[in-house]
């Protein structure tokens, strides 16, 4: 079995025996970017002689014994997240060839665990967007099918670990970006409890919603990477001061007497049959396994879809007026004024989807239109916490389909915004709510991943991880992608 197929428990244990160096494992996912990578276009930037230094680096560090787990285990980072001395472009013209001063926290406490970074994964531009079809530089492809979307905004970092570019990769979740794409791609991909992970760093789209989380091959993955990254940080103001848990430690199989909701509400109208079968018969491994299902509703949900477009656009529209062409980024080249310069450096460096959010969100915070819309959609989010909260004195967890569909082609929805929206639907409420929340692949449909959504109380991932872990065990999805000449 080749290194890059290999999961980051694996391939610490050859780490730690000595059977493998992280140089060697780290030429291995180069070599398999260089042949896959043409296919999929999950990558803005290879970052191969900085990736290679690293591995050195590490290797020195397991020799002196100061190893950690993720030590010598080869990353992908989102381009909407800082990294000194690497383009981060938000894959946006704005930002083409900006080079961050700083690291971002979370890259922060990853290379000083000794992570080998390979590279920056293509996205939504300014991770707007549900299929990664709105970069500004290429279209990436899901390796299950190369016709295929991905899904989005965290489209290049899912289809990295489908593809074994990386052991993990790191995305950013504002309404789904995160467990979205790993549903669409057949990956593990967690949103943890906003104010978990700082977002220092993070290059903000709607900054009352995002959160960093994790890309990985497997559960077990997901918790190592998680108890590196989380933490309070003095830098950033939303990061909350918690104990930090040791999530490895709730990876059992044992799920007995847990209290499983399972909500009528994303089950509804618009979601394909072969995904509601292929989590329904979740839901009956789950009862197999001795957890008790328990029908719950959460009525204000379906207002979720509208609210969080107003909020996020309306965040988007107040961060994204930094780029004017003065400060950084993009500037244009021909203008008779100042009013004439913002005009057309905005015009030039931003793309259809970004442009259509600032301008929904400009007029969601006018005067006049404020407390019609903002306001509203505000009151609207505190009525879908409190469903949430409700439904939680009924279960100890949530779950139901992460996306209403498995991946649409390339093109489908381009010229549709609505049905592309749609692709969110049981994605942003927990956003919305500033709950945890993880995607596991959990069946096939037409040959597609099919994609388990879990969600939990706030700062309660490690019963999440309990159930995707005790659902995994008893599953075993072990279905690979072949449309790239079978990853894995």
Aim: aromatic share 8%.
């Amino acid at each position: 079995m080749e290194l890059y197929s290999l999961t980051i428990h694996e391939l610490r244990e050859l780490l730690k025996k000595r059977e493998v160096s992280a140089l060697e494992v780290t030429k291995s996912y180069l070599e398999r970017i260089k042949e896959v990578e043409p296919k999929i276009d999950a990558l803005v930037t290879i970052t191969e002689d900085f990736a290679l230094q690293k591995a050195k680096e590490a290797d020195e560090k397991i020799k002196k014994g100061e190893d950690t787990a993720l030590t010598g285990i080869p990353v992908i980072i989102k381009d909407n997240i800082s990294t000194e001395g690497i383009k981060t472009t938000c894959s946006s013209k704005m930002l083409e060839n900006y080079i961050p001063p700083y690291n971002a926290t979370v890259v922060e406490k990853l290379l000083e665990e000794g992570v080998i970074i390979l590279g920056k994964s293509n996205l939504d531009e300014f991770a707007m967007g549900s299929s990664t079809e709105n970069s500004a530089f290429k279209t990436t492809k899901n390796p299950w099918d190369l016709s295929r979307v991905p899904g989005g905004s965290s489209g290049g970092s899912a289809a990295a670990i489908a593809a074994d570019e990386a052991a993990f990769a790191l995305g950013s979740d504002t309404g789904g970006s995160i467990r979205q794409p790993a549903s669409l791609c057949g990956v593990v991909g967690m949103k943890p409890t906003y104010g978990l992970v700082s977002r220092y760093g993070l290059v903000a789209f709607a900054s009352s919603l995002d959160q960093i989380g994790p890309f990985t091959k497997d559960v077990t993955d997901c918790a190592i990477v998680l108890n590196t990254i989380i933490g309070h940080d003095p830098k950033d103001s939303t990061s909350l001061k918690i104990d930090k848990p040791d999530y490895t430690s709730y990876l059992k199989e044992d799920i007995k007497g847990l209290r499983i909701g399972v909500a009528k509400e994303f089950f509804g109208e618009g979601i394909e049959e072969g995904v509601k079968e292929t989590v329904q018969e979740s839901i009956k491994v789950l009862q197999d396994l001795g957890a008790e299902i328990i029908d719950i509703s959460i009525p204000y949900v379906e207002y979720a879809l509208p609210a969080y477009y107003i909020i996020a656009s309306a965040e988007a529209s107040s961060n994204l007026a930094r780029y004017d062409g003065i400060r950084y980024g993009h500037i244009a080249e021909k203008y008779e004024d100042l009013i004439d310069m913002y005009m057309v450096t905005r015009s030039e460096g931003f793309g259809k989807e970004v442009k259509r959010r600032i301008m929904l969100g400009t007029y969601a915070l006018s005067s006049g239109y404020y407390d019609a819309y903002y306001k509203k959609a505000l009151k609207v989010r505190t009525l879908i916490k409190n469903d949430f909260e409700k439904a939680f004195e009924k279960c100890d967890v949530i779950i139901g389909p992460t996306s209403p569909t498995v991946a649409f082609k390339i093109g489908e929805r381009a010229n549709d915004p609505l049905a592309m929206y749609l692709a969110d639907i049981y994605t942003v409420s927990v956003n919305i709510a500033g709950l945890p929340g993880i995607s596991i692949p959990c069946g096939l449909s037409d040959g597609l991943p099919v994609g388990l959504q879990i969600i939990g109380r706030h700062f309660d991932e490690g019963k999440i991880l309990n159930v995707a872990y005790a659902f995994e065990q008893a599953n075993k999805f072990n279905a690979k992608p072949q449309a790239i000449g079978g990853a894995r």
